[in-house]
Every structure is written in C-alpha cells, then in structure tokens.
C-alpha cells in the first residue's frame, strides 16, 4: 500500500459523523462496543463497520474480553495520522 492510500485511508477514518462521535466517546477512555452502541443508537453491523475502519486506519484499537470488544485509542496510530496532517499542511518552497 502506497503512502498516499495510507493517508487517504486516515482520512476516510475521520470522515464520518458517526466515527467522529465514536472518537469524542473514546476521549474519555476505553468504552466497551455494548456502551458505543447504546450511545449511538444503531446497530451491531454498523457499529462493527465504523470500528473496522478506525481500526484498519489504526486510529483505534480493539481487545476481546468475552462476547464484547472493548475500544480505545491506538496512541502509534493517532501520532502517524498528527505527522501526516503536520506534513501534508507544512508550507514548502
């Protein structure tokens, strides 16, 4: 995968509503997929959908305990994707 479709998949991860508000919910820490669910109102598949693209993007991270996901920030991740914006809007000659 070429840089540029790394990037590109960073920023699909972001722009989503539903994703940004899945990421405002992680602010606060680890939540369980069973609180995101309840929170966002919709269903298992979608939720899964949206997880699996900030996953993919590395922007969060999962961890199975029992039936449930539990999901947080991927730290590596979110500093890759603060470096390429950084990157991408720094002003060359």
């Known amino acids: 995968m070429s840089e540029n479709e790394k ?3 960073i920023f699909k ?3 989503d509503p539903n994703r940004i ?3 405002k919910m992680l602010q606060s820490g680890e939540k369980c997929a069973c609180k995101l ?3 966002l109102n919709i269903g298992q598949s979608t939720l899964s959908h949206h997880m699996k693209i900030l996953c993919d993007a590395e922007i969060v ?15 590596e991740g979110i500093g890759k994707a ?9 002003y060359k000659e």
């Not at 991270?61 to 730290?75: A, C, I, L, V």
């Not at 603060?82 to 720094?90: A, E, F, P």
């Open 21 to 23: 508000a899945i990421l």
């Open 82 to 90: 603060k470096d390429i914006l950084n990157d991408i809007t720094l």
């Open 13 to 15: 991860a972001l722009g």
């Open 61 to 75: 991270k999962g961890r199975k305990e029992g039936k449930w996901t539990h999901y947080s920030f991927n730290d």
């Open 7 to 9: 990037t590109a998949k």
């Open 37 to 39: 669910l309840e929170e």
